[in-house]
């Protein structure tokens, strides 16, 4: 078996068809990327609900459905080359950067073929090819580390004198935005103008704990951004054609002035918070209520009032996603385990010396110990 390319090529020509806009009018073939990437998540995050029931991934596992046209949508309005961090619930940030999903579905059956060589999980998609820095466990952590990202990329650009114009893309949920180093992000992007774009995937929930119950003006997002100078929006994350409108020349505004931005996603997951949530919390009525407007359905329903979809693309659109996503399954069911040797790779990116078994693990980087 040989190593999972970690690019789509398919996503790619989309994706650099997006990133050289001569305006940002939304195109029929944009369209029908989009809807062909949302409906890839949605196979994809359902075939692994069924893996976790049957024991195939282990560890948290958060599903992103109902969510879709937030990471479809935003990273359509970016270059291929603007680093992305996000937070754990993160096979759809990952699949829409760019990974196959065999890398994806390896990672989460933890073997070797995996994006992070099956050591990260589901949690911790990780694909530089694809400046795609994690998936992340820890609520709000990811924040900083998009300042930083968008940091790196602007200290290049107007000190070194190499690279362009870059945005980075933080995505959090709204339960972080209630975490000190979330502030800290925003306020030291604010004051060095930073360009990283904060975009809270707002589903309402943190874990059990709805909205209003966990954060202060829990209508007013944006005050937050605001309140450190930040451009701030508020935008409707269910419609990816209305989500790419405003999101795409906010984030050229961003660009261009090398300033933060702040973004209020309005969303909503249809699964629990993680694969082991009772969802006591909340009604099915309220779910069903989501799974109305639901943003797949949506944009279906518009490329088939336009004529550029018929019953008959959509069924083969899904017979051919439904095959690349049992592919994966096999990919990673057969994908080896990693050798126990691997226990000590990739740990450090600076490991002490003799500490990684092959001693030579350095990631390009001058390790100044060996
Ligand atoms: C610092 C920290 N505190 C608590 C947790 C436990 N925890 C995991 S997910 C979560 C809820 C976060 O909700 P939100 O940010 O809205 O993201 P969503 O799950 O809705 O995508 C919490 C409290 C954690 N992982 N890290
Ligand atoms: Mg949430």
Known sequence: MTQAPTSQSESKA?????????????????????LRQMQLIREFENRTMQA???AKIGGFCHIYTGQEACAVGTIAAVNDDDPVVTAYRDHGHALARGMTP?????EMF????GCAKGKGG????????????????????????GAGLAFAEKYKLEVMGEGKKKVSLAYLGDGAIDQGAFHEALNYSA???????????????????AIHRHTANADNLISRGQSYGINSVEIDGLDICDLYNEFKPFVEQCRENSRPGFVDL?????QGHSMSDPQKYRTKDEVEEYKEKDSIARLLGQLMDSGDMTEDSWKAMQKEIKEQVRAAMKFAEESPAPESSELFTDVYANPEKN?????????????PLL
């Open 355 to 367: 500490l990684s078994p092959t001693a030579v693990y350095t990631h390009g980087l001058n390790n």
């Open 266 to 270: 309005k969303t909503y997951r249809y």
């Open 102 to 106: 065999d890398a994806c579905m390896a």
């Open 110 to 113: 933890g073997k070797i073929h």
């Open 52 to 54: 976790y029931q049957q």
């Open 122 to 145: 589901s949690m911790h998609m990780f694909d530089k090819p694809n400046w795609l820095f994690g998936g992340h466990g820890i609520v709000g952590a990811q924040t900083p580390l």
């Open 14 to 34: 989309a994706q650099s068809m997006t990133s050289q806009p001569t305006s940002f009018e939304i195109t029929t073939q944009m369209k029908l990327e989009w």
């Open 191 to 209: 004051v060095h103008d930073i360009p990283c774009i904060f975009i809270i995937e707002n589903n309402g929930y943190s874990m059990g704990t």
